[in-house]
DNA sequence: CTGGAACCTCAAGCAATATTGAGGTCAAGT
DNA sequence: ACTTGACCTCAATATTGCTTGAGGTTCCAG
């Protein structure tokens, strides 16, 4: 059987997949996207440096936040192109995410608490509903599919007149 | 120009739209995928109830947790079929979504104090960073298409495990 | 050298969640 | 009646984030 080619210095496309716990095809894709570079051997195959796998990484923690794909490209172009980034670089995109995540907790935590409140009430008047008027300020997102991310919402007050 | 029939029991769609902040469009999705339901005039137009608005704002809240409509769907069908939802109807899905949203926020809340420590330990070793290994936890989630709802989060503790 | 795993490219498909458009109907103010 | 905005249906298109498949190449242990 063929033995994979335990370079130190570079992974293989299929060493990064397990490594990181992605399919091979997505990591196909956000090379595609741009997420993550390669550069080929001489039989024309993917090899990748080490830090792809904390770039890697980034992405899917990014993901998990709810930040599509595109915005964590933008995000990505910021890292150094020529060296290898740097545990700064790192921690720099860490500190953004985190401020994204903490918005975005923030974000479910009023939500919950406006929920409570509609159970509390028993719901008996829409008009009051802390439910309805949630939804009333999801309109204001506008038209075009509703976006994960969608910023701010909820933060106001229970809506007092009909 | 054209009045609307200001009525007071039932709602045109483009009244449910306005008051809902959603759009007519997706108005009639929800009703294709079986969300809501109308009855029609003599001339084929849409009426809705006015607990339709309860549901449509239902139906974004848990959106906004990160339940697909597929999922919101089957809790729906939960619902009285003759009668008028009561707000313990209402308060009892609530209470159902408000589980998933703490549960949700806990998983946020976990991903943010791995990528804190990750950031305070300067991601020097690649082996021990708290980054590294979420990632290699998300692995687990196997084959087949990473749904949107992963994108959004949520989901890999939730509903895919039965 | 050979066999098979791992790799390559490109195109197509899938799933969710809608929006947009074409072509036609309904209804209400003037 | 006419006009016009709101509605209707159905099909097509869009976006995101991948997977799957076909058809072919590279690499390496034996």
Redesign the pocket.
């Known amino acids: ?5 335990l370079e130190i210095k570079e ?7 397990e490594r990181s716990g ?12 741009g997420l993550i570079t ?1 550069h ?8 990748y440096s080490r830090d792809t796998l904390r770039r890697v990484a980034v ?2 923690v990014a ?1 998990r936040v709810g ?6 490209a933008e995000a990505l172009e910021t890292l150094p192109e020529g060296r290898t980034p740097t545990p700064e670089d790192w921690a720099r995109l860490s500190t953004e995410w985190r401020a994204e995540l903490d918005a975005r907790i923030d974000q479910l935590v009023r939500l919950r608490d406006r929920l409570s409140d509609c159970i509390g009430c028993g719901c008996l008047s829409l008009d009051r509903c802390a439910l309805r008027n949630l939804d009333d300020r999801l309109g204001d997102v506008g ?5 994960l991310l969608s910023r701010r919402i909820a933060q106001e007050d229970h809506y007092t007149s009909p």
Do not use: D
């Open positions: 059987m063929p033995k994979l080619p992974l293989t496309v299929g060493q990064l997949s992605v399919a091979v095809s997505a990591l196909h894709f956000y090379e595609a996207k390669s080929r051997t001489a039989g024309n195959q993917r090899r992405i899917r993901q930040i599509p794909l595109r915005v964590v038209p075009g599919p509703r976006r």
